[in-house]
């Protein structure tokens, strides 16, 4: 699955304006205690570049993921405080509650399957973290984020299958029944409703493009 450089580009658009939330919760925390603790649940260590580096001697980051992300994601930066833990964000018996400052996940809940592994996330979030911050593409943006096609995310899973293996998606590359199976559990979109429902105690907020709600955001912050 090739993406070009426009794709990226907009990625790293969004991913930084999105940021600005994060950081600003950063902040305020930092402002009642000497530092910050972050669980970053499912994510990668080069994401972090994106750290305002004002704030890198005063913020410790956890990376829990499984080891082959870990693996291939290296730590961009030294001056980073970064430790990372192989281990599964659906389920973390390593960590006590409220281990964590702030639990945050990136683009993640929306890749761990079924819909009871997407409570499971959300449970051990709310658990190891005082606050987090949780963003996932919305179900009702009208183009798929992950293949750049729209409207293909509103399909059945039994018609995303076919499509998969009769020609190219976007992105993705025409591929047999057995390979298909797996892409369709590995990205379920999700809506804000269903945001709501797993994150119950947290503020569910929309970043809007050109009218279109884009991404949700579940979080329980320091206000």
């Known amino acids: 699955m090739k993406r070009g450089r426009l794709f990226y580009r907009l990625q790293r658009h969004f991913r930084n304006r ?3 939330v994060f950081d600003a919760l950063l902040r305020r925390i930092l402002e009642t205690q000497p530092e910050v603790s972050i669980l970053d649940a499912g994510g990668r260590p080069d994401y972090w570049a994106i750290l305002a580096p004002d704030l890198r001697d005063k913020v410790r980051i956890t990376c829990l993921n499984f080891r082959t992300e870990l693996e291939t994601y290296a730590q961009p930066s030294p001056d980073l405080r970064i430790t990372c833990v192989v281990g599964d964000a659906c389920h973390m018996p390593e960590f006590p509650d409220n281990a964590f400052d702030v639990v945050h996940s990136n683009s993640v809940i929306e890749h761990v399957g079924s819909y009871q592994n997407m409570k499971r996330f959300a449970d051990e979030t709310r658990r190891v ?3 987090y911050y949780v963003q996932t593409p919305n179900y009702w943006f009208p183009i798929e984020p992950h293949y750049g096609v729209p409207f293909f995310h509103w399909l059945s ?5 076919w499509f998969f293996t009769r020609m190219n998606v976007g992105y993705a590359r025409k591929c047999t029944f057995d390979m298909a199976l797996p892409r369709v559990d590995h990205t379920r979109i999700i809506s804000p409703f269903l945001m709501q429902g797993f994150f119950p105690d947290g503020k569910i907020r929309k970043e809007r493009v050109l009218g279109f709600s884009k991404s949700v ?3 329980r912050s320091a206000d």
């Open 18 to 20: 999105r940021f600005q």
């Open 129 to 131: 973290g005082r606050f």
């Open 157 to 161: 899973d039994t018609r995303r299958i």
């Open 217 to 219: 955001i579940a979080m």
